[in-house]
């Protein structure tokens, strides 16, 4: 990805080095959690009117730690969330953490350029998240939460959280390597806070009181899809930038292929067993942000009409 020397994002908050995740437990472990149809036309990307979405956590969470990534989805009370950024004597000061910072600012403006545009041409004003870096752990609006929770959207504060370890993992023990499968990561996570803006986070937390856990697994594999097809639109509107290179998309690709439900599963367990999927299966999340990528078009997410 053609990212250096471009403009960095202003919403982003370093807090690492500054510890946290000590106070509430795991933000999956809270109750009242949550577990994503269309429209078209308002310009070349497409309407937001129709946008349905929730948020949900990446599905490597679920293979990390056993646990039901839905639960995140809680938006109620919590811990208090640090309140002010690390000073530059704490945060880690190496090149490469130097470099990553960076990169993240860079994709999150590109990001903030693309949902400006497309909730401008519905004549709405598109409130950007911040974007959180930790280190080990860190305090949220949906709990608490370490490392190994891996990137996530707390609907709670409106905030993007990241330990920039995960990025290691994602290439050693995931097997996704490359600046935009990085960038992917964060385009997914942003595209839970489109969802979350767009009113249907207390549409599915009032529809999940009601529903099994297995019909709420269901609905949250179609909440991830649609996120993942929102990070598609987002790598289209990249291309039309100039900012991809060669094998950028394909890099993409096999992120959404190696965090798919059934190979982490098979990877952990040996085995998947479909009806616990709360994310969606390679082939599913590869051929959603694919469909973004082609289209260009928020309005084409529609992952509720019909089959996955």
Same mark, same amino acid.
Request: aromatic residues 8%.
């Given at each position: 990805?053609?990212?250096?020397?471009?403009?960095?994002?202003?919403?982003i908050?370093?807090?690492?080095?500054?510890?946290?995740?000590?106070?509430?437990?795991?933000?999956?472990?809270?109750?009242?959690?949550?577990?994503?149809?269309?429209?078209?036309?308002?310009?070349?990307?497409g309407g937001?009117?129709?946008?349905?979405?929730?948020?949900?956590?990446?599905g490597?969470?679920?293979?990390? $730690?056993?646990?039901? %990534?839905?639960?995140? @989805?809680?938006? =109620? /009370?919590?811990? !208090?969330?640090?309140?002010? #950024?690390? &000073? *530059?004597?704490?945060?880690?000061?190496?090149?490469?953490?130097?470099?990553?910072?960076?990169?993240?600012?860079?994709?999150?403006?590109?990001?903030?350029?693309?949902?400006?545009?497309?909730?401008?041409q519905?004549?709405? $004003?598109?409130?950007? %998240?911040?974007?959180? @870096?930790?280190? =080990? /752990?860190?305090? !949220?609006?949906?709990?608490? #939460?370490? &490392? *190994?929770?891996?990137?996530?959207?707390?609907?709670?504060?409106?905030?993007?959280?990241?330990?920039?370890?995960?990025y290691?993992?994602?290439?050693?023990?995931?097997?996704?390597?490359?600046?935009?499968?990085?960038?992917?990561?964060?385009?997914?996570?942003?595209?839970?806070?489109?969802?979350?803006?767009?009113?249907?986070?207390?549409?599915?937390?009032?529809?999940?009181?009601?529903?099994?856990?297995?019909?709420?697994?269901?609905?949250?594999?179609?909440?991830?899809?649609?996120?993942?097809?929102?990070?598609?639109?987002?790598?289209?509107?990249?291309?039309?930038?100039?900012?991809?290179?060669?094998?950028?998309?394909?890099?993409?690709?096999?992120?959404?292929?190696?965090i798919?439900?059934?190979?982490?599963?098979?990877?952990?367990?040996?085995?998947?067993?479909?009806?616990?999927?709360?994310?969606?299966?390679?082939?599913?999340?590869?051929?959603?942000?694919?469909?973004?990528?082609?289209?260009?078009?928020?309005?084409?997410?529609?992952?509720?009409?019909?089959?996955?």
């Amino acid at each position: 990805m053609k990212w250096r020397g471009r403009q960095q994002s202003s919403n982003i908050e370093d807090r690492r080095g500054q510890g946290g995740g000590g106070l509430g437990g795991s933000p999956f472990g809270r109750s009242g959690g949550f577990r994503l149809p269309t429209g078209g036309g308002g310009g070349s990307r497409g309407g937001i009117g129709s946008i349905i979405g929730i948020v949900v956590v990446l599905g490597i969470i679920w293979a990390l $730690t056993g646990t039901n %990534p839905i639960d995140i @989805l809680t938006n =109620g /009370g919590g811990t !208090t969330t640090s309140s002010t #950024a690390n &000073s *530059s004597s704490q945060v880690p000061t190496s090149g490469e953490e130097a470099e990553l910072r960076d990169f993240v600012g860079v994709v999150v403006k590109e990001t903030e350029d693309l949902w400006t545009e497309v909730f401008a041409q519905q004549n709405e $004003t598109y409130p950007a %998240p911040k974007v959180v @870096l930790f280190s =080990g /752990g860190v305090d !949220t609006a949906c709990g608490a #939460a370490d &490392s *190994s929770t891996g990137p996530f959207y707390c609907p709670g504060d409106e905030q993007v959280y990241i330990d920039l370890s995960f990025y290691d993992q994602l290439r050693e023990q995931f097997g996704a390597p490359g600046d935009f499968a990085q960038a992917y990561v964060l385009a997914h996570e942003i595209g839970h806070h489109v969802q979350n803006i767009t009113g249907v986070l207390p549409e599915f937390n009032q529809r999940r009181a009601s529903m099994s856990t297995e019909e709420a697994n269901a609905y949250s594999v179609r909440v991830e899809l649609q996120a993942d097809c929102y990070a598609g639109v987002w790598a289209n509107s990249a291309g039309q930038e100039d900012l991809l290179d060669n094998g950028d998309i394909e890099e993409a690709l096999n992120a959404a292929e190696q965090i798919g439900d059934d190979t982490l599963q098979k990877r952990m367990q040996g085995f998947a067993v479909p009806k616990t999927f709360n994310h969606g299966t390679s082939a599913q999340r590869k051929d959603w942000f694919e469909r973004g990528y082609t289209s260009g078009n928020p309005g084409d997410c529609d992952t509720f009409s019909g089959n996955v």
